[in-house]
């Protein structure tokens, strides 16, 4: 499985923007980004996905490299209750290998 | 229902004894997950269904574990003679096929004393 690698932490104050990045230089073609954040005590909520185009909706963006060995999930404006662990992912839609491999994400503190 | 459930939310387990953990996916989802996630780490890959059928178990730690999905939506895990090792948080999540976006039960937190 490709790789990501992310920061082990970040810390933003409430109300102003975040971004988080991640690194995954070895993405294949096919390697879907995708972005999830786990509140504590929580399963893990699904945030955004792309694959080569910038995308918008009304949790965050995310913005993608032109080579697509980066991406930045964007919280336009941060609120307590984003403060969680982000998960960056890479997915390949191939029959039988439908699996998300997690990595141990970055634990966002928001500073109020 | 409106999400994916689980049951039961905590379950505590003498050293080994069987248990039984159930998830309930997210009406019309055809694949579904399970995950182990240890505390302070991030969810560890377990198993993958598409319907009915177990097609990825490579993440089951050892062969005291099972899952089935014998009608292609409730899910049950099982762990046979529990240890401590196996205490940890077991999350389901469930999908639209090849979809990509999968939704996550809250989880059944498994302590073995």
């Known amino acids: 499985d490709a790789k990501t690698t992310q920061p082990n932490s970040m810390e933003s104050n409430e109300e102003e923007p975040v971004h988080l990045p991640c690194n995954h230089s070895?993405?294949?073609?096919?390697?879907?980004i995708h972005w999830y954040r786990q509140l504590p005590s929580q399963g893990p909520e699904y945030v955004i996905h792309?694959?080569?185009s910038n995308v918008n909706n009304r949790m965050a963006s995310l913005a993608i490299a032109e080579d697509r060995k980066s991406s930045t999930l964007i919280l336009h404006r941060a609120t307590l209750r984003d403060a969680a662990v982000y998960y960056c992912?890479?997915?390949?839609?191939?029959?039988?290998?439908?699996?998300?491999?997690f990595g141990t994400g970055t634990r966002l503190t928001i500073i109020p | 229902g409106a999400g994916v459930s689980q049951s039961p939310r905590y379950k505590v387990a003498k050293r080994g004894q069987d248990v039984a953990l159930r998830c309930d996916p997210i009406?019309?989802?055809?694949?579904l997950f399970w995950y182990q996630q240890a505390l302070g780490q991030g969810p560890e890959f377990l198993t993958y269904f598409q319907n009915e059928a177990q097609l990825d178990k490579s993440g089951l730690p050892s062969d005291r574990f099972f899952a089935e999905r014998p009608e292609g939506s409730v899910s049950t895990l099982k762990i046979q003679r529990t240890q401590q090792e196996d205490s940890a948080v077991y999350l389901c999540a469930s999908s639209l096929a090849f979809q990509g976006a999968a939704f996550f039960g809250q989880g059944t937190r498994l302590t073995v004393v």
């Open positions: 992912i890479l997915y390949s839609l191939s029959f039988g290998n439908e699996k998300l491999t």
């Open positions: 792309g694959l080569t």
């Open positions: 009406s019309g989802h055809v694949s």
């Open positions: 070895t993405i294949s073609g096919t390697d879907y």
